[in-house]
């Protein structure tokens, strides 16, 4: 393979693996009907990385493998080595649940996401073998990794066209400031996310990695799973939960996600193996910035072609531009249709817009065109309609235009609010209240789980005070009219479930053990 035994000693110096590489990924005649090539090899020296996706070699399970393969990965980036695939969980012996979890979550903000090891039998990275905990917090990553396709995808276009990888170093954006380098294991994913992989276990007790240490470059960053903000450049302190990545997006950025089809949305068929498909669907979240009363603009870019042969290389393929616009008591998106063809591309898709952090909408027009609002609990997936609805667990606004569009229409969405002054305008008071509340809603709603399984320790009387605070989204979500007065008062709720869950004691159970504190923790360390 590269060059061991006879071959070495017969041809001192030459490595077959180079030339291995070369003729797989070159020879034309070895793929049918003009499929794209891709192999997965062995390293062949510098120059040889233009043909294979890099195999990072059979590492051991441990903490250590998992926090140097980030760093390793965007320093790659340096040589135009971007697409690096690790053995996701270790390759030599299994992975402790925990370990398998942060490895998978990693690779979900990778260039090559493929889990891998040895054949003995116990070796098991079949996510479903693992305790449900840690299944769930896989296969809600895995699925982040399918959505993300089309972002995905975008970011490996720039990166042939640049030269600059999927995974980039942060002095590439930050060259004169010293923790766009220490902070070894941070890097970009594509031009508008940050990660920040959590690579060192929990604390048993409390079930959180306290005081994770993360640079915050310039500028203004939205801290995904949480909805907080932070203004760099600064070091801050986070602790994150099992269920919780550390991901960052540009304030004002676009985010293109993929949605399933119509029909395997009803049916509930999974995301796994579709990354080949064209999109039908997408999925549109906007990240707002702290100051929505400043007229501002932001843009992306999407791109698309057949995904499975070369004809990009004469020219076929599309490229879309999203973009909103920030006004005075308003938000105007506009899709563009796209600029080129490729064979296969779809003549309709359909469209689901989030506006996260925004307030309920006073209207919303497509296309001059008004849309009502839907309540959530009516909206089924497969209908043929356009409306809006508030999801209160995300703080967010939902548009869906599930009426399938032609690709070719100039996509106008028009969002008013009130003017300033009136109960429902969008101010930036207003928009500060909302910062952190997704992740406290999230975070209460765990604790709630967590502290049902104490029954019968306790009940649901013991701790009304955290089930109250952690159905505030789901009281917006299916009454948008309650918004108002939950977004005055939820500090004083969210202060009462914290007094609430750090007034237990500890429980007798084995089952039940250190509930108190984790409970207690997941409220504090926010």
Request: charged share 25%; glycine share 6%; with cysteine.
């Amino acid at each position: 393979q590269q060059g061991e035994g006879w071959f070495k000693d017969t041809f001192p110096g030459v490595n077959p693996t180079f030339y291995l590489n070369y003729v797989f990924f070159t020879q034309p005649e070895k793929w049918k009907n003009g499929d794209r090539p891709i192999i997965l090899h062995r390293w062949g020296g510098l120059g040889n990385h233009r043909y294979p996706v890099g195999f990072s070699g059979d590492v051991y399970p441990n903490w250590e493998s998992l926090e140097y393969q980030p760093y390793m990965t965007r320093e790659s980036a340096n040589v135009l080595f971007g697409y690096w695939s690790h053995d996701i969980g270790g390759f030599m012996e299994p992975a402790a649940d925990e370990l398998y979890l942060r490895w998978i979550q990693y690779g979900v903000f990778s260039p090559i996401f493929r889990t891998h090891g040895t054949r003995l039998a116990e070796n098991i990275k079949r996510m479903w073998y693992y305790k449900p905990e840690y299944f769930k917090a896989m296969r809600v990553a895995m699925q982040l990794r399918a959505k993300m396709t089309p972002y995905l995808y975008t970011a490996a276009r720039r990166a042939y066209d640049t030269g600059i990888s999927v995974c980039s170093p942060l002095y590439y954006d930050f060259p004169n400031l010293e923790e766009a380098y220490s902070f070894k294991t941070q890097y970009m994913f594509g031009q508008d996310l940050m990660i920040a992989p959590v690579v060192s276990p929990v604390k048993e007790s409390t079930q959180l990695v306290e005081n994770m240490k993360i640079w915050v470059p310039p500028g203004e960053w939205v801290e995904l799973i949480t909805g907080q903000v932070f203004e760099g450049p600064k070091v801050i302190s986070r602790s994150f939960s099992l269920q919780e990545i550390p991901v960052y997006a540009k304030s004002g950025s676009i985010i293109i996600n993929k949605l399933l089809g119509r029909e395997e949305e009803k049916k509930h068929i999974g995301w796994l193996g579709r990354a080949e498909e064209q999109t039908e669907g997408l999925e549109v979240n906007v990240y707002l910035p702290t100051d929505v009363e400043k007229e501002s603009n932001f843009q992306t870019f999407l791109y698309e072609d057949a995904g499975n042969n070369i004809d990009y290389l004469s020219g076929k393929y599309s490229w879309r531009s999203i973009s909103y616009k920030l006004s005075k008591n308003s938000i105007s998106l506009t899709i563009e249709p796209p600029k080129g063809t490729f064979e296969g591309m779809l003549s309709k898709q359909y469209y689901r817009i989030i506006f996260h952090s925004s307030i309920p909408p006073s209207s919303v027009k497509f296309n001059d065109k008004t849309i009502k609002y839907q309540p959530w609990s009516t909206f089924k997936p497969n209908d043929n309609s356009l409306n809006w609805y508030y999801d209160g667990n995300k703080v967010a606004l939902v548009v869906n235009l599930y009426e399938y569009i032609n690709i070719q229409e100039k996509i106008n969405l028009q969002i008013n609010f009130a003017d300033k002054g009136k109960r429902n305008s969008f101010t930036n008071e207003i928009r500060k209240k909302m910062i952190g509340l997704t992740g406290k809603i999230q975070r209460a709603q765990f604790v709630k789980h967590t502290l049902d399984k104490s029954y019968p320790e306790t009940t649901p009387n013991d701790y009304e005070a955290v089930t109250k605070f952690a159905e505030t989204g789901m009281r917006m979500t299916y009454d948008v009219d309650t918004f108002w007065d939950e977004i005055q008062n939820y500090e004083a709720k969210f202060k009462a479930a914290q007094t609430h869950s750090s007034q237990f004691k500890g429980f007798k159970r084995p089952q039940s053990r250190n509930i108190n504190k984790i409970a207690s923790a997941h409220l504090s360390h926010l």
